[in-house]
Nanobody, 119 residues
Framework: QVQLQESGPGLVKPSQTLSLTCTVS??????????WSWIRQPPGKGLEWMGA???????FYSPSLKSHTSISRDTSKNQFSLQLSSVTPEDTAVYYC???????????WGQGTQVTVSS
């Protein structure tokens, strides 16, 4: 069974860059037809898909976040990462890393990590 675990700081100051890492176990991030996403949920709001990196290393992003979102991977560590630049308090959310088996079939979720943007 594939397991995902988010890690990163829980507090980020406005205008700084939010950086999170997802460590994957029980499966390789290079397995064909696996897609690795970041999804967030602001307080009191629904889930928002942010972007994904494919098994081949290609990336694609939500149009509304593309200008300040970057997803990368480290295949040697079986990890993928999120960077969100120029954050504001509106970026406060629980951030999840998620595996899709085929697109967009989300099948495995990390437990989520709370990130608060505040000075």
């Amino acid at each position: 069974q594939v397991q995902l675990q988010e890690s990163g700081p829980g507090l980020v100051k406005p205008s700084q860059t939010l950086s999170l890492t997802c460590t994957v176990s029980g499966g390789s991030i290079t397995t064909t037809y696996y897609y690795w996403s970041w999804i967030r949920q602001p307080p009191g709001k629904g889930l928002e898909w942010m972007g994904a990196i494919t098994y081949g290393g290609s990336t694609f992003y939500s149009p509304s976040l593309k200008s300040h979102t970057s997803i990368s991977r480290d295949t040697s560590k079986n990890q993928f990462s999120l960077q969100l630049s120029s954050v504001t308090p509106e970026d406060t959310a629980v951030y999840y890393c998620v595996r899709a088996a085929g697109w967009p079939h989300f099948v495995d979720w990390g437990q989520g990590t709370q990130v608060t943007v505040s000075s």
